[in-house]
């Protein structure tokens, strides 16, 4: 397990936010080849894949929002990922406990992989819009005024 910490995050400080808009905005018209940054008296060519990246965590700190970043492989505690969730550490434990999420017991605490929290995560919005699509669909059939 790599040591990750996931409760500290970025704050952009204001001059931080002005530096990030401007550079969002250079780097959003950047080559789709990918970037080549100078360091000191050398050129490093960035992978493609970085730049949408880099413009997304860039645009982020212009905003003044706070980032952490998360590898997907990281293994969060149940305060953690119940932090993630946005829910309270008993009402994961309990998710975790009818295997909704996968977990793990390292000695005798859980620990919940970032991928399969984040796959949750992202199977309950869908679930949800899929419900909320279906009650638009019948308060239209029954000409509800919605």
């Known amino acids: 397990m790599s ?3 996931v409760r500290p995050e970025i704050i952009p400080t204001g001059d931080d936010a002005e ?4 550079a969002s905005r250079a780097l959003a018209a950047a080559s789709p080849n990918g970037l080549i940054v100078r360091l000191g008296d050398r050129d490093l060519q960035l992978p493609k894949s970085v730049t ?11 905003q003044g929002n706070a980032l952490t970043l998360i590898p997907t ?5 149940t305060q953690d990922a ?31 992989r970032f991928y399969d929290l984040d796959a949750f995560k992202k199977n309950n919005e869908a679930e949800r819009q899929r419900t909320m699509q279906k009650l638009a669909d ?9």
């Open 82 to 112: 119940a932090d993630f969730l946005g829910v309270s550490r008993p009402f994961l434990v309990s998710l975790l406990e009818a295997k909704k999420i996968p977990y793990h017991k390292v000695g005798t605490h859980r620990r919940v």
């Open 52 to 62: 949408p990246f880099l413009v997304h965590v860039l645009t982020e700190m212009a």
């Open 138 to 146: 019948e308060a239209q059939a029954l000409d509800m005024g919605y």
């Open 19 to 22: 530096l990030a808009a401007t």
């Open 3 to 5: 040591d990750i910490r």
């Open 73 to 77: 492989h990281a293994e969060l505690t």
